[in-house]
T-cell receptor, first 114, second 108 residues
Framework: KAGVTQTPRYLIKTRGQQVTLSCSPI?????VSWYQQTPGQGLQFLFE???????NKGNFPGRFSGRQFSNSRSEMNVSTLELGDSALYLC?????????????FGQGTRLTVV | GQSLEQPSEVTAVEGAIVQINCTYQ??????LSWYQQHDGGAPTFLSY????GLEETGRFSSFLSRSDSYGYLLLQELQMKDSASYFC?????????FGKGTTLSVSS
């Protein structure tokens, strides 16, 4: 079965612009999480959605937002881009949220803000 | 909140054994997972420990001590392809929270 698909793979934006990233989870997975990955900072949790509801949010400014659609596809939006937003944005889907549940990651969207 | 500490870098040679430690502070116990990420790739699940003790999967083993809030990932018979970043993680609720990762460099 198809894995987690993130689009686009690469993106270059200018400071002050906004950007929307897309994530299609594995079929049947209703939980989608987003992470920001920068060198030395690991994977920092942004937010998690389940059945179109945001259930959890990380410590990021309000410029970062997201949503989930009825087909479980998710988008995240970053407004008023800053140079520090340059990062790899990863999406992960899970079939449930038990502690031992495996998360499946997409290849990520590499965002460069210039 | 939750925090996970792991070394930033580890180096080893082919054929050797390496241990990557992870200490965590969480408001409850949720088990400890390990993920591997090759440069430019997506993180992939390696193992999960819900109980104390050792879990073995081929060349990789993972250990957990709940009383010490400590776990480790043990990689045996290292191969060049094991060069990657390794992350420990906990799922205290609906979100999976990761440590900052350990970069393992395997040389010949």
């Amino acid at each position: 079965k198809a894995g987690v698909t993130q689009t686009p793979r690469y993106l270059i934006k200018t400071r002050g612009q906004q950007v929307t990233l897309s994530c299609s989870p594995i079929s049947g997975h209703r939980s989608v999480s987003w992470y920001q990955q920068t060198p030395g900072q690991g994977l920092q949790f942004l937010f998690e959605y389940f059945s179109e509801t945001q259930r959890n949010k990380g410590n990021f400014p309000g410029r970062f937002s997201g949503r989930q659609f009825s087909n479980s596809r998710s988008e995240m939006n970053v407004s008023t881009l800053e140079l520090g937003d340059s990062a790899l944005y990863l999406c992960a889907s899970s079939i449930r949220d038990r502690p031992n549940t495996e998360a499946f990651f997409g290849q990520g969207t590499r965002l460069t803000v210039v | 909140g939750q925090s996970l500490e792991q070394p930033s870098e580890v180096t080893a040679v082919e054929g050797a054994i390496v241990q990557i430690n992870c200490t965590y502070q969480t408001s409850g116990f949720y088990g400890l997972s390990w993920y591997q990420q090759h440069d430019g790739g997506a993180p992939t699940f390696l193992s999960y420990n819900g109980l104390d003790g050792l879990e073995e999967t081929g060349r990789f083993s993972s250990f957990l001590s709940r009383s010490d809030s400590y776990g480790y990932l043990l990689l045996q018979e290292l191969q060049m392809k094991d060069s990657a970043s390794y992350f420990c993680a906990v799922r205290p609720g609906t979100a999976l929270i990761f440590g900052k990762g350990t970069t393992l460099s395997v040389s010949s």
